[in-house]
């Protein structure tokens, strides 16, 4: 579920301005814009796992791993997984 997995996210990482907070995050939005809304959280996700290096998908996946789940079942559901680590 999307907002658990935004809430689990904002609370290992409070502060928007941490370099730890944001570096899973960063691929075309504000860094702090993730933490602020929810959809923005699933789309900067959502392009980071479609579109991201294989070491950015690991920085995503020890720092929002909620989110990591959502988007891997979605994709793999969809057909579209690709190269992305497995669950685990």
């Known amino acids: 579920h999307l907002a658990s997995a935004l809430e689990a996210y904002r609370g290992r990482h409070p502060r928007p301005n941490d370099e ?4 899973a995050f960063s691929l075309t939005a504000d860094p702090h814009e993730p933490l602020e809304n929810p959809r923005e959280f699933y789309a900067e996700g959502y392009a980071l796992f479609h579109r991201g290096s294989p070491e950015r998908l690991e920085v995503m996946r020890r720092q929002a791993p909620e989110l990591y789940r959502l988007l891997y079942r979605e994709a793999s559901e969809a057909g579209t997984l690709g190269a992305q680590p497995p669950l685990g």
């Open 20 to 23: 730890r907070g944001r570096s």
